[in-house]
Every structure is written in structure tokens, then in C-alpha cells.
């Protein structure tokens, strides 16, 4: 029987943070520019939540000022895992309550990587290519 393969297989490593007195709108730029929806928000090296492109945008459309930073708009305490939990945990409990991401820590808490909804699907059609590809 196969062993169900772990978060660090399918997360995305290194992904892109920000500081929490950022800007929204420097955050909003910087995810554009690197074509992603979710920056993990660090204090000290330290994870203390996690902004989505539609927080963002949300918060760009109600706000015309400037000074709006992603603490103002960020979900504090995200949904966290390690490396080398179950990738079936991970997307069980995303699909459960709703979470457009996973945030990857070492044990020290340090960001090491990303698992998003959109990595999710890769790897749902990864499964079903596999399995339909050992059926025909």
C-alpha cells in the first residue's frame, strides 16, 4: 500500500512575505508582480498572519488612503502545518474551513512554504491523470 505523500512534496517553498506595517497597496503590487494570492505576514521572523489577494482588493476599494497596511486587513493566526504533515490532513482541513492556504513552518516557526488551493488542484489532477492513465 502507497504512504500518503507529505505537504513538503506539493507546497510551494520559499514563498514571498511581508512585514506588517506594509502598505496595502505595496502589497498589492507585489502580488501582481509575482502572480500570487496569499502572503504570510511575518513580525521578527515570525508568522503572525496571512493577507489574500481578495482581502487586499477588498480593502483597496473601500479605502482610498494610502496609509492602510496589511495589519489592518490581514487574518492573524493562520492556518499552519509542518513539513511533514499528511497531504490528505492538510487539504482535509482546508476543504473543511474553507482556507484558501496552508502556511508550511519549521518547528521553529519559520516559513518554509505554501500550499494554496490552487496546489490543491494540481494534485487532484495529478491523481485522477495517474488513475486514469492505469485503467486505460
Given at each position: ?84 504533515t499528511p497531504l490528505d490532513a492538510v487539504v482535509s482541513e482546508m476543504a473543511e474551513h474553507k482556507y ?37
Open positions: 500500500m502507497k504512504q500518503i505523500p507529505k505537504i513538503e512534496k506539493y507546497m510551494t517553498t520559499m514563498p514571498h512575505t511581508v512585514a506588517r506595517d506594509l502598505s496595502v497597496v505595496k502589497g498589492l503590487e507585489l502580488m501582481r508582480m509575482h502572480c500570487i494570492r496569499h502572503l504570510p505576514v511575518e513580525e521578527d521572523g515570525k508568522l503572525i498572519g496571512v493577507v489574500s489577494d481578495r482581502d487586499i482588493k477588498l480593502a483597496a476599494s473601500f479605502q482610498s488612503d494610502s496609509a492602510l497596511r496589511i495589519d489592518d486587513i490581514m487574518t492573524p493566526d493562520p492556518y499552519t502545518v509542518k513539513l511533514q484558501g492556504c496552508a502556511i508550511v513552518v519549521q518547528d521553529n516557526g519559520k516559513v518554509v512554504g505554501i500550499f494554496t488551493a490552487v496546489d490543491g488542484l494540481r494534485v487532484l489532477s495529478e491523481v485522477i491523470q495517474q488513475n486514469y492513465r492505469a485503467v486505460s
